[in-house]
T-cell receptor
């Protein structure tokens, strides 16, 4: 099992450009999450999906959109990137009836 | 909503010394508690979790944590650290959603 995979690993964008971060899990988990990690702030939830076909806002959703394409895949889109979105982005998944989350390796995004 | 406070942002220790990383949480209801470790340029890995039962939980790599309900704490300990334990450690609390602390950077020096 690959667990949770994310692409790309690194990305540099100019202000105003758009991009989609991809996430996939092969653990048959129902719930999937997108977090951003900034120094001294831990992980903050951007969006989550409790099951296929549903998405909900987290703590910091502004400037982002998500798509739960199927049970395996959950993508995060930045429509018009801003320097404040420079961060490391993590995708995670969780199985039904459990509470621990499993994380991908992260995408390091820089917006100039 | 619950919040999580990790009391130390950085903890430097010498190899083979004991270490304690402190975590306090605020919540008016029962919660589930976790410690995650993040090695450089990697994602988070689960170290241990408390869901119910014994308040002393053991995790991977020789770490353990004690749940103290009266003090709303979940401190992480290891009796003797190795260089390879150098990493960032995150405490997390799950009620309706998961909240993470800001992290503690553990640096083990030779």
């Amino acid at each position: 099992n690959a667990g949770v995979t994310q692409t790309p690993k690194f990305q540099v964008l100019k202000t105003g450009q758009s991009m989609t971060l991809q996430c996939a899990q092969d653990m048959n988990h129902n719930s999937m999450y997108w977090y951003r990690q900034d120094p001294g702030m831990g992980l903050r939830l951007i969006y989550y999906s409790a099951s296929e076909g549903t998405t909900d806002k987290g703590e910091v959703p502004n400037g982002y959109n998500v798509s739960r394409l199927n049970k395996r895949e959950f993508s995060l889109r930045l429509e018009s990137a801003a320097p404040s979105q420079t961060s490391v982005y993590f995708c995670a998944s969780r199985g039904q009836g459990t509470y621990e989350q499993y994380f991908g390796p992260g995408t390091r995004l820089t917006v100039t | 909503a619950q919040s999580v406070t990790q009391l130390d942002s950085q903890v430097p220790v010498f190899e083979e010394a004991p270490v304690e990383l402190r975590c306090n949480y605020s919540s008016s209801v029962s919660v589930y508690l976790f410690w995650y470790v993040q090695y450089p340029n990697q994602g988070l890995q689960l170290l241990l979790k408390y869901l119910s039962g014994s308040t002393l939980v053991k995790g991977i790599n020789g770490f353990e944590a004690e749940f103290n309900k009266s003090q709303t704490s979940f401190h992480l300990r290891k009796p003797s650290v190795h260089i390879s334990d150098t990493a960032e450690y995150f405490c997390a609390v799950h009620n309706n959603d998961m909240r993470f602390g800001a992290g503690t950077r553990l640096t083990v020096k030779p």
